[in-house]
């Protein structure tokens, strides 16, 4: 595995590589999450949960607050930015 910063993805690119999973349509960062891509909350959840894997984020960091809060595919990828820089901190 290279240690080349550039080939480790960015947390926006992950996310969006595991929302092309569940999502039948292109998107950006301003769709939202329930009206453009689709999903219902157990969906959401299931990806949140997948991708505090590949993140290596504790889904323990997350309160019900935070879930409620995602609407857009920003706000997908603000919250697990802040999160990871949290736990680098």
Known sequence: MSNDPQSVPSVAQ???QH?????KKPF??????????????IRLVS???R???ALKVSILSFSD???I?????????RL???KIQTQSS
């Open 14 to 16: 992950v996310v969006h």
């Open 19 to 23: 929302l092309e999973k569940v999502s």
């Open 28 to 41: 950006g960062a301003e769709d939202h999450l329930r009206e453009d891509l689709g999903l219902d909350s």
């Open 47 to 49: 990806v949140v949960t």
């Open 51 to 53: 991708l505090t894997g």
């Open 65 to 67: 607050r935070d879930l």
């Open 69 to 77: 809060g995602l609407n857009t595919v920003g706000d997908v990828v």
């Open 80 to 82: 697990f930015e802040a």
